[in-house]
């Protein structure tokens, strides 16, 4: 069951304070930074001049954070890459910023630039127009991060759509923590895209 | 070659009522949903939407105090499945959810009566899996305004690449909340009337409410539709507007045409929200897959814009003009409105089709088309 047509080309976790890329470091702060300033921190060290980096909320910051790196390793994506991605608070801290805005302050106001960051999906735009993929796009919502589920449904989109790439994960972020493992899943490789590996991969940075 | 996947009962809840046969008579008869609505708890001056009236839904399950108005939509749709085809609650059923924004009602709102912790759509599933006991955790997709047509591709495709389940529920739901309607307005993509999808004069959406579900499953009935292909593509372009040349669109036609071996369309249940570019978009990639002449509906001004419902809400009533050889008309048309000419339907027509094409795009720039044939 375990056997797998498709490997790991490449993947990162942020977690706590650190970026790690197929298990080297890449950037490791205190872990009382906050949240923001660590995210932009990564974005200034990835030395790149990308302006939209700034409106986005923090869930697409890590996940394009994230992306980019593996870019670096395992890029360019094919265009045809599919997105296959999860997470538990869906897009909780657009929401809450939304939210707050309409009903908590003073001058009640929603503003545009928020609200179109209250669907998890748009870090999935976000990485398409970054990386030009012209592809399938899923956001599954689950309570934890359900290897049992996507490594199978990803196996199966790769040959139901005839493609050879896949980027997926888990993705949670709240306002200070963030928990976040990204593959890109590819044809050519050494590290089997099973459940056991997976599992071994999220697990070690607990 | 992969097993063929039906579509074999579907439930509808909406403002027009309870299930999809009377949807469907409602439509022909000509009967909107969209009214003026005088509500200061969702916006401060009149908006124009589709709500859901209480005697639908208030007291219909057990334990209602337990649930939200959304949750207690669900799970009505999910019991009139299940009663109605004889479902069995155990391991061979999945539930697949779709939905935009779930319970986002309640936070931050001072009237609402659960913990703010019921927001997290994971939750919602836990609490719509306990109440009938099902062994499976149900799989929630949040794909913006396609999720409720990729629900149906992602069962489609869970169907023929597993056996592990027999029979999946796809029910998508989203209700309308201040959350929603101030969100829109602020990108003033609301309509001042009912909106009037691919006409001249169309001026923004209207946002409506609705659960619908389908019962998908291997094993076809005399009156089952198959899911024969789906594509979905991003247009990469933009997160907020859609692409000018429908990319993602195209791409989605394309495949799934190529995929279903090209087959002649008797008509298309486009996304139709009624924005100028939105409609504009659509029309551009329908020219660019020589789907033009097919004719064509939107129902947004008979339900306004159901989100996370509204694929599978259109698909289902796509189904039934299919089995009765019936096209509905596009309510809100009069002049046409867009760059490339498209046969959007006037009135009722009756005629024997086979199939038809779903499409829907989304914020994100996610685009999916389905295509839908009788058995």
């Given at each position: 069951m375990d056997a797998s047509p498709s490997y790991i080309q490449s993947y990162c976790t942020i977690r706590d304070r650190s970026i790690v890329l197929n298990g080297t470091i890449f950037l490791k702060m205190d872990i009382a930074t906050p949240l923001a300033d660590f995210l932009k921190s990564a974005y200034r060290q990835l030395d790149i001049d990308y302006p939209k980096f700034h409106k986005m909320d923090s869930l697409c910051k890590a996940i394009f954070i994230a992306t980019e790196l593996m870019a670096r390793h395992s890029g360019p994506y094919a265009s045809d890459t599919a997105l296959i991605f999860s997470n538990r608070s869906s897009s909780y801290l657009s929401d809450n910023k939304h939210a707050t805005g309409i009903f908590d302050t003073e001058n009640q106001t929603a503003s545009p630039a928020t609200f179109v960051y209250t669907l998890p999906n748009i870090?999935?735009?976000?990485?398409?127009?970054?990386?030009?993929?012209?592809?399938?796009?899923?956001?599954?919502?689950?309570?934890?991060?359900?290897?049992?589920?996507?490594?199978?449904?990803?196996?199966?989109?790769?040959?139901?759509?005839?493609?050879?790439?896949?980027?997926?994960?888990?993705?949670?972020?709240?306002?200070?923590?963030?928990?976040?493992?990204?593959?890109?899943?590819?044809?050519?490789?050494?590290?089997?895209?099973?459940?056991?590996?997976?599992?071994?991969?999220?697990?070690?940075?607990? | 070659m992969k097993a063929a996947i039906f579509i074999?009962?579907?439930?509808?809840?909406?403002?027009?009522?309870?299930?999809?046969?009377?949807?469907?008579?409602?439509?022909?008869?000509?009967?909107?949903?969209?009214?003026?609505?005088?509500?200061?708890?969702?916006?401060?001056?009149?908006?124009?939407?589709?709500?859901?009236?209480?005697?639908?839904?208030?007291?219909?399950?057990?334990?209602?105090s337990k649930y939200?108005?959304?949750?207690?939509?669900?799970?009505?749709?999910?019991?009139n499945l299940i009663d109605t085809y004889g479902i069995p609650v155990d391991?061979?059923?999945?539930?697949?959810?779709?939905?935009?924004?779930?319970?986002v009602s309640l936070l931050h709102n001072p009237a609402a009566r659960f913990?703010?912790?019921r927001v997290y759509l994971s939750e919602m599933a836990h609490e719509i899996q306990h109440y009938f006991g099902f062994e499976n955790q149900p799989i929630t997709i949040s794909?913006?305004?396609?999720?409720?047509?990729?629900?149906?591709?992602?069962?489609?495709?869970?169907?023929?690449?597993?056996?592990?389940?027999?029979?999946?529920?796809?029910v998508g739901g989203d209700e309308i909340s201040k959350f929603i309607v101030s969100g829109f307005e602020a990108f003033q993509a609301l309509s001042d009337g009912r909106c009037r999808p691919f006409d001249r004069d169309r001026n923004g959406l209207n946002l409506g409410e609705a659960v619908a579900a389908a019962y998908v499953t291997k094993n076809p009935t005399d009156d089952a539709v198959c899911i024969r292909a789906a594509g979905s593509f991003n247009d990469a372009n933009h997160i907020s507007g859609p692409s000018r040349t429908g990319e993602g669109l195209y791409r989605s036609i394309r495949?799934?045409?190529?995929?279903?071996?090209?087959?002649?369309?008797?008509?298309?249940?486009?996304?139709?929200?009624?924005?100028?570019?939105?409609?504009?978009m659509e029309a551009i990639a329908l020219h660019r897959c020589g789907l033009s002449a097919i004719?064509?509906?939107?129902?947004?001004?008979?339900?306004?814009?159901?989100?996370?419902?509204?694929?599978?809400?259109?698909?289902?009533?796509?189904?039934?003009?299919?089995?009765?050889?019936?096209?509905?008309?596009?309510?809100?048309?009069?002049?046409?409105?867009?760059?490339?000419?498209?046969?959007?339907?006037?009135?009722?027509?009756?005629?024997?089709?086979?199939?038809?094409?779903?499409?829907?795009?989304?914020?994100?720039?996610?685009?999916?088309?389905?295509?839908?044939?009788?058995?």
């Open positions: 870090a999935l735009g976000e990485i398409s127009i970054r990386h030009q993929l012209h592809s399938e796009n899923v956001f599954f919502i689950f309570d934890r991060y359900l290897p049992e589920f996507l490594v199978p449904y990803t196996e199966a989109a790769l040959d139901d759509k005839q493609i050879e790439h896949a980027i997926g994960g888990w993705t949670e972020i709240s306002e200070h923590t963030c928990d976040l493992l990204l593959y890109h899943i590819g044809k050519l490789g050494s590290i089997p895209h099973t459940v056991a590996k997976l599992k071994r991969i999220y697990n070690e940075h607990e | 074999v009962g579907d439930c509808v809840i909406s403002p027009l009522g309870m299930g999809s046969t009377l949807n469907f008579e409602k439509l022909l008869a000509g009967e909107t949903a969209v009214a003026p609505l005088d509500d200061t708890t969702l916006a401060e001056h009149r908006i124009h939407a589709a709500r859901i009236a209480d005697h639908q839904w208030v007291g219909k399950i057990q334990n209602a939200t108005r959304l949750e207690t939509l669900f799970i009505l749709a999910i019991q391991r061979r059923t999945l539930v697949i959810l779709s939905t935009t924004k779930g319970n913990p703010e912790s794909n913006a305004c396609i999720s409720g047509a990729l629900a149906l591709s992602v069962a489609r495709q869970l169907l023929q690449s597993s056996d592990a389940y027999e029979h999946v529920l796809v495949e799934a045409m190529r995929l279903a071996g090209e087959p002649v369309l008797d008509f298309i249940s486009a996304h139709g929200t009624a924005t100028v570019y939105n409609d504009e004719p064509l509906h939107s129902l947004k001004a008979y339900y306004g814009h159901t989100l996370g419902a509204s694929g599978l809400l259109e698909t289902i009533l796509g189904i039934h003009s299919l089995r009765a050889g019936e096209l509905i008309p596009s309510l809100g048309f009069q002049y046409p409105g867009t760059s490339k000419p498209l046969n959007v339907i006037t009135q009722p027509i009756a005629r024997p089709m086979s199939r038809f094409l779903k499409t829907a795009s989304g914020f994100g720039g996610c685009n999916i088309a389905l295509i839908f044939e009788k058995v």
